[in-house]
T-cell receptor
Framework: GAVVSQHPSWVICKSGTSVKIECRSL??????MFWYRQFPKQSLMLMATSNEGSKATYEQGVEKDKFLINHASLTLSTLTVTSAHPEDSSFYIC???????????FGDGTRLSIL | GDSVTQMEGPVTLSEEAFLTINCTYT??????LFWYVQYPGEGLQLLLK?????DKGSNKGFEATYRKETTSFHLEKGSVQVSDSAVYFC????????????FGKGTRLSVIA
């Protein structure tokens, strides 16, 4: 069954709207979650590492005021795209790694379309 | 730093053809290696994994062997189907902690009937 649940799967909204994406770890407590962005026909781009109870760590070039990450519990991380514009349209995917030699588990992704 | 290099696509094959997608890596230590598959419009799914040298991961007819001497983890399937059309990502664990996997750029496979 699914290990990571991501919601919503598809969002269409007007420019200037803020959009929140939820990522839930279903089977284990995740102190760390990862947020990725994927443009069409391209690989995953790591945006940030979400840390439970502390500030997220953002990759170079990712605006932390634009992409707000909250990891308030061991099972939930949220990504809020603030004042979204058409250039923010993309596929956003969250992921959890349980550590050691275990693989990362991915949510099904959220397709965000800003009109 | 650690890195993964995989063959560029797209790869187009006829149904029942043999598939090889090359993947090589550079890493310090002894990483675990993974292949993920992404079907259109979906997230990534783990396809197979290998955690040490000479291990062979296999799933759904796909196989990959962890070759430490050539730092490779090539993905193979003897007879592809149209339903195998997807993007395939090779990845490694950089360490045993909580840092994210290092991914290759992905290889798009199209299988035609």
């Amino acid at each position: 069954g699914a290990v990571v649940s991501q919601h919503p799967s598809w969002v269409i909204c007007k420019s200037g709207t803020s959009v929140k994406i939820e990522c839930r770890s279903l089977d284990f407590q995740a102190t760390t979650m990862f947020w990725y962005r994927q443009f069409p026909k391209q690989s995953l781009m790591l945006m940030a590492t979400s840390n439970e109870g502390s500030k997220a760590t953002y990759e170079q070039g990712v605006e932390k005021d634009k992409f707000l990450i909250n990891h308030a519990s061991l099972t939930l991380s949220t990504l809020t795209v603030t004042s979204a514009h058409p250039e923010d349209s993309s596929f956003y995917i969250c992921s959890v790694r349980t550590g050691g030699n275990q693989p990362q588990h991915f949510g099904d992704g959220t397709r965000l379309s800003i009109l | 730093g650690d890195s993964v290099t995989q063959m560029e696509g797209p790869v187009t094959l006829s149904e029942e053809a043999f598939l090889t997608i090359n993947c090589t890596y550079t890493a310090t230590g002894y990483p675990s290696l993974f292949w993920y598959v992404q079907y259109p419009g979906e997230g990534l799914q783990l396809l197979l994994k290998a955690t040490k040298a000479d291990d062979k991961g296999s799933n759904k007819g796909f196989e990959a062997t962890y070759r430490k001497e050539t730092t490779s983890f090539h993905l193979e399937k003897g007879s592809v189907q149209v339903s195998d059309s997807a993007v395939y990502f090779c990845a490694l664990t950089p360490d045993s902690g909580n840092t994210p996997l290092v991914f290759g750029k992905g290889t798009r496979l199209s299988v035609i009937a």
